[in-house]
């Protein structure tokens, strides 16, 4: 059955239409077309008329002429319009008229350079110039790095590898450094929270290496659509980038579908689960021939789902459903890859992993299970599905929380505000400190030199009297300790180290996964179900110390879920303001969270019942960040201490989800806690906090909207149909007044003032 | 209210666990005045590396430093005495290390001190000794840089005095490591890099006593080879730390150990050039079976094939000749298709080790190719495969993966596989060669 057709008889269902809260139909679009200009060196033109490319799209010549000015620019368009060729175009051109400039290419992963290259090396095949373009990255064999650093006119790497092998190393890359015409970072989107504060740090570095040889290199980004293009190209670079995101790209038809579960028990306001509606809906696409990928947002849950798919579809489509999600190991990953580019893969279920640029073709439908948390994300995920022609259609189905409720009931907010914007925060003093080092590494610091802060000369004072630098007599400092500093600098989180998992019940203990400290404090606790391609395993003992997890392979009928017991201390008060009645507090500062994974539930499989419960014993986890808090006057509101408890929680609940749409992030970058009597002055007090050590700029923005995080909060639970509270708005409740006591808290600070007049 | 920089840092680092700053910190000083900098340095005379008998250099108060240390040619280092390397048969130790002839006027005896064992950027060479003839001397001049700010002036210093064209460097592990160092320092102040050939001890040294040292280092060889033994002797790894030291405290006791541990190194760069040359054109008898296998190795790479079939049969007489020593001397001779002597060390050998596969191998291919006695190939083959399967055995249950479900077919070694298909062949070969006979 073809999609059209599909399409037409869900209309048509009531079962499913009744569910629609809003269905889209967005026409495709024609290309338009412009000419390539004068300037661009006749090789190139030569070699694009091979591809059979006689005309650019709008943005692509748009691009490429400010390329030419000289103005730095980053590409906002969407995916498959051609960003690629935004910055090859003005590569190649380069390299044709001068054969001694050089280009960088920064990509966010392995995996996507490969896509990327092999278009590249297509392109430049067909120049009468030697283009020679390399790959440098941890699989490069050592005998070819010599020859890459000498005689590569394009080098394409990743954040990680110019951080540890390329910056520390720059003698030896001296051409490049020297000749560095163009710098060019895709998926630049992907910098943001704590990764793309290391990396604006790295490109920091960069652009100081450069300096030092004499070379100022043009920037030249591309990105999914966010809302701060030009703040994000000027974050990362610490240059003006000019953005270009109107695209001349031709696009197929695209039904953009919001659908909402059943309600299945009113008095609570419970609905069906997304996942089982993601089961059902996906079984019916695949089977019917549609080539589907589901995104759910925790790793768990791919397994779930793509178990659920396994079964559901006929006998001969099973061996097509995969999962994919990031644990996986890389070569795993790509054949996954490979799988649906080529068609031969009908379905997969993903995280996030997913999202980014990786090539794997075009799909014919997509599947949201639960808004993502941004609407970046969203339209990334959306946008997998239907590439330049043809049908496709993009599916939310939206599941119990507040947020999704809020985003299916009002999907304007999703499909017309433009997405959020990618926030980094290179000041993390943390982050900041530690390139710091690594640039005092690679070159002796001056001592009024500047380095992304002000406060520069402070810092390198600090690392100095730890005896991390040297103050030389000229009044530089120098590098001075026998260790590389980048080598013990992850860019991919502000808290270090992996833990591995190893599978025990082969003859040959195996890894198969890995995943971050953190998390393996409430997915690889000792009896935790460890899911891997659908397969069960249990956890039979976690080494944190030496980062190991060791799992056996059973037959389970559940999962696990575990909770955290937290702990806030503040430790300095940054900013404070007062609301306007006088009742409450707004403060942001330092604050000291201790975490320790408490208990874990068992929940079987299908009917998610609590099949029961275990303790867990891990050490307790530290973590020093940034924090939001406010705080009542206890007789702002006549409660008692259970109600002051009970809206205390329902609105940190409602209020991290209004947090996560309105400063962009996603919800689990942000946490929150409540006290009914704080530890200072023994007041009822509700903190959020960023959940990186040092910090990334999220509850310092809280603090600064207040307001509108509050007002929003408010709307989200004023707007729920249900009585008393429910998952969808405060969380879960048993108190009946307590979805008007929260509403009551949050207007304390909304300045509704007119309800205690 | 708000707290300093520096203290949200400590505390940011302490909650994670920073290693790197747990060292006992300096107490803050106050910020060094631009002014302050001229007094800083005092007057040469009273500066604390002038008694140890260095003087600046590149100018006063640049924060390069040299000493000249020098030896008259017959002061004995080790066991070898310095003047020897005037009549050293250099030619057949550049030979060994693919270098053109050098003269021992024209060596420079090259080592250093550095910050760390990194190759990257911020790795400095803080002390540079090079060692050279000049006339009946041999002469050791040490830089050494106090103050980073210095680096340009004992750079050009160098490249204008001692590495100028023609020279010959002669390190130990320098090619990979002081060298390199010392053409990023270059890099960095944008200067010329000198190309010179690199004499790298550590290679012959590592091809003649790999077997006989548990680890190659100039250490190890000095002792063993050159009977020199430090006393008192600072370990190499501890340098950095003493040099970061001295940069704080400015207490130059702290690096007159490392000045001496750097000047003995350079001293054993020339008493290693003059042994090895010596040992490798036959001069300097050596003892052991494996040093003369070395040698003779060299000499097959060499094409000098007496002189290599001399040192195997003298690796075979020493004492502690092993199956090894047997081997490589069968190999020589096979390429020589020596085929008698060949196949009489190869049945020495399956004799000799009787777990030993190779051997038996070898001697079937000669029998099935050679001779075409497939009788005799069949018994070397059946031999060889008998010890394989015993081997693979031993491998197989010494391993983690005993495993019952790893049918037969997964756990056949390779070369077992390998040795039943010659088998099979030698036995196809030999029922028809006895067809033909009959016929």
Redesign the interface.
Known sequence: MQLAMLLDEWRRTPAFSEQVTHWEITPARLARYRDIPDWVHPQVRAALAQKGIKQLYSHQQEAIEAVHEGQNVMVVTPTASGKTLCYNLPVLDAICKDENARALYIFPTKALSQDQVAELHELAGHLVTNVQSYTYDGDTPVHARQKIREAGHIVVTNPDMLHAAMLPHHTKWLRLFENLKYVVIDEAHIYRGVFGSHVANVIRRLSRICTYYGSQPQFILSSATVANPEELGRELTDRTVRVISESGAPQGERHTIFYNPPIVQPQLGLRKSSLQEARRLGVRLITEGISTIAFVKARTQVEVLSSYWKQGVPERLRHKVFGYRGGYLPTERRSIERGLRSGEIRGVVSTNALELGVDIGSLEASISVGYPGSIASFRQQSGRAGRRHGLSVSLLIANASALDQYIVNHPRTVLDSPPEAARLYPENLLILADHVKCAAYELPFAADESFGVETTSELLEYLAQHRVLHQGSDGRYFWMSDALPSHSISLRSAAQDNVVIIDETLPKPKVIGETDRFSALTTLHEEAIYLHQSKSYQVERLDLENGKAFVRAVEADYYTDAELAVRLQVLDVLEEASVKSGVAVHRTGEVMVNAMATLFKKIKFDTHENLGWGKIHLPEAELHSVGYWCQWRRDALPFDNSQWENALLGAAYALKQATSLLCMCSLSDVHATVQIRDVLDGMPTLYLYDAYPGGVGISERVFRVAKDVFDMALQMVTDCPCEAGCPSCIGPQTEPAAKRHVQDLLRTVTSSEEVFA | ??????E??????K??GRP??E?T??P?QP??R?DA?AA??PPAEEHPLVPLGFQPCGGAGA?CWVRVLRYDLLTVHGNVRFGDILSAKLDVLCRAVRQPCAEAENLRFYDTET??????????PFLHAVARIEGDELVLYQYFLE???GEAALLEELSSKHFTEGVQIVSFNGKSFDWPLL??RM??YRMRQPELGQIDLLYPSRRLWKARLERVTLGAVEEAVLGLVRTDDLPGKEA??RY?EY??RRDAELLAPVFEHNATDVCSLVGLTVTLAAILAGDLPVERSSEHVAIGRYYDEWQEYDLAAKCFVAALQCPDADWKSHWLYSLHLKRRQLWAEATRVWEHMAHAYSWSVQPAVELAKYYEHRQRDYALAEHWTAVALERAVVQSRIVYRGG????PD?GSEASVHPVVASLRHRLQRVQRKAHRQGATLAR
Do not use: C, H, W
Not at chain 2, 8 to 13: G, S
Not at chain 2, 115 to 124: E, K, N, R
Not at chain 2, 400 to 403: D, E, H, K, L, T
């Open positions: 209210m708000a707290r300093s920089l520096k949200r840092l400590a505390a940011l680092q909650s994670v790197d700053v060292g910190p300096t803050p910020p060094v631009e900098f800083e340095v924060g910050t760390g064992l990194g190759t990257g950027a911020g790795t400095i103050d980073y700010g053409k990023n890099t960095m950095p730390g970061f940069a704080v983690v993966s005993v495993s790893l």
